[in-house]
């Protein structure tokens, strides 16, 4: 019965999350998200967003790390949204990664702003692929994962960054792993 609970909680759990990135992502597509800039730091964001995933890469024995200078400048963007980017490359590698691996987040000053780089030791992504993974719904054809959700958590990046007049893209050998590259402007 206890197995039993525990299935309905774990669906409930996934479903919910889904009909939320359904949600975020319907009212990124209508244009009915209106960023709040501030300026903030986000070494500290991506510091403690990698606490919060922390127990999650313990059960795993997967190496959570961030490469990150100490005197990077503080970035203008919404908090709030750039966590979820965050969240989402953080659980797409999560995703694809097996265990033992590793996942970073690597940050460095740039002319700009400060450019993030989320990188693991995953499957990897072919490049016939790459053109599409930021696509509503697209998932990559791979026959040794299961089904994992429905494939709008990167089309959720790819938008909340075009708020930020920002892009993503992707560098990526299957196999080798795969690295996420944005960057966010900073306060001038």
Request: a negative charge.
């Amino acid at each position: 019965k206890e197995k039993f609970l525990s299935v309905i909680h774990d669906s409930t759990k996934k479903l919910s999350g889904l009909v939320e990135q359904l949600f975020q992502y319907a009212k990124l597509e209508a244009n009915l998200v209106t960023p709040e800039k501030e300026t903030f730091s986000i070494g500290e964001l991506a510091s403690d967003i990698l606490m919060a995933y922390q127990l999650k890469a313990d059960e795993r024995n997967i190496h959570l790390k961030m490469e990150a200078p100490s005197n990077l400048p503080p970035v203008f963007a919404d908090i709030a949204l750039t966590e979820r980017v965050f969240q989402n490359l953080l659980d797409n590698a999560f995703k694809f990664t097996p265990d033992d691996g590793s996942i970073a987040i690597r940050l460095a000053e740039t002319h700009t702003g400060v450019e993030v780089q989320v990188v693991d030791t995953g499957i990897g992504i072919a490049l016939e692929e790459q053109a599409y993974i930021f696509e509503r719904y697209k998932q990559i054809e791979n026959k040794k994962l299961p089904k994992k959700g429905m494939g709008i958590g990167l089309a959720i990046v790819k938008k909340i960054l075009e708020l930020h007049q920002s892009t993503i893209e992707v560098v990526s050998k299957p196999g080798k792993g795969t690295a996420f590259r944005f960057v966010l402007p900073s306060f001038v």
